[in-house]
């Protein structure tokens, strides 16, 4: 049986993923909550520019109506 979106994402939490948001900002942070409208809550976020990190937050909420996409971060 194939997997739930949201299955998926709960797999993902407390690990580093990567949130693309529909105006092409990506985020990356340790996902700490999400619920059934994908908002979710990243630990230590980043912005990142260019595969860069720009700017360093603490904890923060993206509305779900933004994201594009929520992918889990491969650690080296």
């Known amino acids: 049986m194939a997997e739930r979106p949201l299955d998926v994402i709960h797999k993902s939490l407390d690990k580093e993923v990567l949130v693309i948001l529909k105006r092409g900002a990506e985020y990356r942070g340790k996902l700490i909550g999400y619920d059934i409208h994908l908002n979710v809550v990243l ?13 360093s937050y603490g904890k923060i909420v993206i509305r779900g109506d933004n994201v594009l996409a929520i992918s889990p971060v491969e650690i080296e």
């Open 43 to 55: 630990a230590d976020a980043q912005l990142i520019e260019n595969g860069e990190p720009k700017k």
